[in-house]
């Protein structure tokens, strides 16, 4: 990693680690699918740590996860200190991909052939992760949602409602 990718800080800005891996997100659920993919969503970014000036960083992705037009692909960024050749796991995050054709209509993408346990495990996982992205979703809409049974809640927070 470049100084000119860093922040104020020293370290390798994260707005240009998430681009990375958009990028390798989508050559991984390209190839996969064997046509051109747009990133539909980003799930869990956690910066676990640091991305050093100088550090050599390797990422993995593996499509996880495939549903009729989209997959889910796992991508996970390691920097290893080229002096110490010590590595560390900084970020893991999962990018749903959706296939298209070339007039951007979403297109079948292939199944996937789970060969080992890593692989049912990642793909069980993504199921979990999208039944409980759905449930997050679908707990506060705005139609449903009660002020009154939430403010007793707020008083254990740093903040003041003001109504």
Not at 50 to 62: D, Y
Not at 143 to 154: D, G, K, V, W
């Amino acid at each position: 990693m470049l100084p000119s990718h860093s922040n104020f800080s020293g370290k390798i800005h994260g707005g240009y680690i998430l681009s990375l891996m958009d990028q390798i997100a989508f050559a991984c659920a390209s190839k996969h699918s064997e046509t051109y993919c747009v990133t539909a969503s980003v799930d869990k970014v956690d910066f676990l740590k640091p991305v050093e000036v100088g550090e050599l960083v390797t990422m993995k992705a593996s499509i996880n996860n495939v549903g009729t037009t989209s997959m889910v692909v796992g991508v996970r960024v390691e920097a290893e200190n080229i002096m110490t050749g010590k590595v560390k796991h900084c970020n893991s995050s999962y990018f749903t991909m959706v296939a298209k054709d070339t007039n951007g209509k979403s297109v079948e993408v292939p199944g996937l052939i789970l060969e080992n346990e890593t692989a049912v495990r990642r793909f069980v996982r993504s199921i979990y992760r999208k039944e409980e992205m759905k449930v997050r979703r679908d707990r506060f809409k705005s139609s449903e949602f009660q002020l009154e049974t939430h403010l007793e809640l707020l008083k254990k927070h740093n903040v003041k409602v003001d109504l």
